[in-house]
């Protein structure tokens, strides 16, 4: 059993920083890719970024620049340090990982950040 649990989520300011913490417990050795998606109310989930065990890195435009991912697979944790944040980065973050052997991910239940002045 797998499980992802996330912290860091909060309420911040226009231009404010936050860090968002994931990690994992479990079966985790064979998570070839971790990161990070977001969904806003009335939106579709979006993928923000990720990272394989070999730090190939990934962003969606909307963040690059300003979003770094960062992982260590050994201790299956990965990290999403979040700076000039914009109202519209509003939403509720959820950790991924993806298991090559079980040909499948999972999931965390997802940190809400908000960012509003």
């Known amino acids: 059993q797998v499980q992802l649990v996330e912290s860091g989520g909060g309420l911040v300011q226009p231009g404010g920083s936050l860090r968002l913490s994931c990690a994992a417990s479990?079966?985790?050795?064979?998570?070839?890719?971790m990161g990070w998606h977001r969904q806003a109310p009335e939106k579709e989930r979006e993928l923000v970024a990720t990272i394989t065990n070999g730090g190939i890195t990934n962003y969606a435009d909307s963040v690059q620049g300003r979003f770094t991912i960062s992982g260590d697979f050994s201790k299956a944790t990965v990290y999403l340090q979040m700076n000039s944040l914009k109202p519209e980065d509003t939403a509720v973050y959820s950790c991924y990982a993806y298991n090559w052997r079980a040909g499948r991910d999972y999931w965390g239940q997802g940190t809400q950040v908000t960012v509003s002045s």
């Open positions: 479990g079966s985790t050795s064979s998570f070839y890719t």
